[in-house]
């Protein structure tokens, strides 16, 4: 698998992640929260599917 998120798509990425996991313990505390398991992930890996689907980079290419 060849990396293509960049560094700001993943920073996001784990945010949007944390706060999706952190309502399974706080807020309405539902179980929908740990959708948040998936952006945690492809930000963790540097690499997303969907993006892999539809051409997509944000990451820099390499020389």
């Avoid at 944390?18 to 540097?46: D, H, M, R």
Wanted: glycine residues 12%; positive net charge; proline residues 6%.
């Amino acid at each position: 698998m060849k990396r293509n998120v960049g560094t700001i798509d993943r920073l996001l990425r784990i945010i949007l992640g944390l706060g999706l996991i952190s309502l399974v313990f706080v807020g309405p505390q539902t179980y929908w929260g740990l959708i948040g398991i998936v952006p945690l992930l492809t930000a963790l890996a540097g690499y997303c599917p969907a993006y892999s689907l539809f051409g997509i980079r944000t990451c820099r290419a390499r020389p």
